[in-house]
């Protein structure tokens, strides 16, 4: 058997020189000892070190941020982005106000200050410009491509230092790194984390996240709990992850993920070091704990969590299998992505579509277990996967879609490794015979230009439909006309357009489909308001509230209906029964106030329109009540 020892080989990566001193035969790289490893081990760089990993993971930043670039032509969806930015006044001040909000209040369903920030940052800078906001998100995905390209190098490096991985040569890692970047920052499953501005949360937790594996990576071997705080890589490990988790919540996986890691370097676990570092991974835990409660306290505040008497646990444990399925199709096949894919009225189990996936769930756990004495990687990859989507597969079942391309921005990391290495491994094969390491990399150089050309074409379409809300929820409607999310959100995007009647007639599609729908009988009374029916819009608001009685907006629409109709005593007192349910929302503030202008109330105006100015924290309109305090005549006083 030919063994070539290497003793000090030293190469360059992202990180510094290590010393690798081992033995490597023929049958372990399984296609023979490559031309660039005998280079190599004369000392001289072969062709695929021309550029190191830094350089390789910068140029698969650089082609994304080009890729996306015609996403800066986008404008703002009418889903969510209204909540986050354009509509939200708390953005607007970077000032103490700004923070105590932002830390402390469960805004849009959701508590992730870092987000917060971050679009307050844009909106300091770019104001409502939405090319500005669209190349923030450009850029992090990018910088995200660039720490993916690296984190997969350092893994496949564990991963063949240890052998506990397919059968690669040193020599394919930098590819295989390249191409996995490549994958992440080209494929069109990413476009609805990219693309949609409000999701800049997944690009900012992602960040974090990666940033986070990265130092942890740099540990060697277990931690002993006394030298964890004193260790800077694991200390900014640790911060990053709690930046992660300020950022997304979806970063609460990451502890399992770094047991996971533990297990593919195998050190960590030997010589009965598992108690120490198990209580290493202590201070995680305690994070991802702390922001889980946070978590479904907000998610309960805003009513999104469904129980189990509305989709039962044996449904969301099979629409979780089929989930985990259809995301790996869609990696392989990214053809017919949708934004909204809605979740099925009912859910039989005997169908193929579910038994299969569940079966093929349980076959791909049990070979990678299986494997795991031999091959870690495996299970390790497989592991990963359904860690970091464990927390969006529907278990707790937060809004109404089956399942969404967003969430995949994090878990398609390995997935795409293992495609990475399968077609290098094939190339591999396929030029054996021919002996030729020019025929290895042309082929190889050729066939992934061609794959990421294509993938960019896919991207580039899929980025187009999310030039604004109209295009999406036409798009959306187009493949499936039975959501009735679908027709509200065009009908919002109509309504922002000034389009009150196509906006009244998609309302009212939605409605054939959800009739009991308090929220959609409130924006239907809206449109028929601006339409100048307010008779109209007082059957629809009665509906609304016959089905909800407190529902806050359909009180507002109320009140605002009677000063439509110049009854401003009944506009008054539906007003204040809005603000004691909600006492500090500077809107019914301001609805009262001017219903109390109306009416010619004095004392009542100058009250609420002082109190309207202490609880607008914006302090956008001030100069104009204090000039309409004066002009009423109102003495000085406190707004209460």
Known sequence: MDILTFRRAQWHHEFGLYAIVGRVNYNQLNMG????????????????????????????????????????????????????????????????????????????????PLTWLSHAVDYAVWGLDPAGHHLSNNLLHSINTLLVTILAYRLLEVVFISGSGPFMGKSDLPAIALITGLLFGLHPLHVESVAWISERKDLL??????????????????????????????????????????????????????????????????????????????????????????????????????????????????????????????????????PYYAYPKSVEWSSPRYLGAALLVLLITLASVLSARRQRGWVVAWGYYLITLMPVLGIVQVGSQLMADRYTYLPSITPFMLLALLLVWLLRLACRPFRSAVLYLASLSVIT???????????????????????????????????????????????????????????????????????????????????????????????????????????????????????????????????????????????????FDKLGDLPGSCRYWRRYMRVDVTGADDAEIIQHLKKLGCPPGDPE
């Open 205 to 338: 937790c992602a960040f974090f996240y990666l940033s986070s594996l990265l130092f942890y990576l740099r540990l060697r071997g277990g931690l002993k709990v006394s030298e964890s705080f004193r260790n800077p890589n694991y200390l900014a490990s640790l911060a990053l992850f709690a930046l992660a988790l300020m950022s997304k919540p979806m970063a609460v996986s990451l502890p399992l993920v770094l047991l996971l890691l533990d297990g593919l370097r195998g050190d960590a676990f030997a010589q009965g070091r598992w108690r120490d570092n198990l209580l290493a991974k202590a201070p995680f835990f305690i994070l991802a704990l702390a922001s889980a409660v946070v978590t479904i306290a907000a998610q309960k505040s805003g009513h999104a969590i469904s129980s189990l008497e509305e989709v039962p646990l044996f449904d969301r444990l099979w629409v979780a299998s089929y989930a985990l399925i259809a995301y790996l199709q869609k990696m392989l096949w990214p053809l017919d992505l949708l």
């Open 449 to 595: 230009v061609v794959v990421m050309g294509l993938l960019s074409s896919l991207t580039q379409q899929q980025i187009r439909i999310w030039k604004d809300g109209e295009t999406l929820w036409r798009y959306v409607i187009q493949y499936d006309d039975q959501i009735p999310l679908a027709y509200r959100q065009l009908g919002i995007a109509l309504y922002e357009q000034a389009q009150y009647a196509a906006a009244a007639e998609m309302m009212s599609r939605a409605l054939e489909l959800k009739p009991l729908d308090a929220e959609l009988l409130n924006n239907l009374a809206i449109c028929y308001l601006e339409l100048g029916f307010p008779d109209r819009a007082m059957q629809a608001i009665r509906r609304a509230l016959k089905l909800d009685a407190s529902n806050l907006f359909a009180l507002n629409t109320l009140g605002k209906i009677y000063m439509a109709r110049r009854e401003y005593a009944h506009a008054n007192r539906v007003f204040l029964r809005a603000l004691q349910l909600e006492p500090e929302n500077p809107l019914r503030v301001f609805n009262l106030a001017v219903s």
């Open 33 to 112: 000892l490559h031309a660039e490893w005998i280079v190599m081990a004369r000392g001289r760089k072969g062709p695929l070190w021309l550029l190191n990993i830094g350089s390789l993971a910068v140029m698969a930043g650089l082609v994304t941020f080009v890729v996306y670039l015609p996403a800066l032509q986008n404008g703002f969806v009418s889903w969510d982005d209204n909540f986050y930015i354009y509509e939200n006044d708390h953005i607007r001040h970077l000032n103490g106000e700004f923070f105590r909000w932002a830390f402390s209040e469960f805004y849009a369903s959701n508590w992730h």
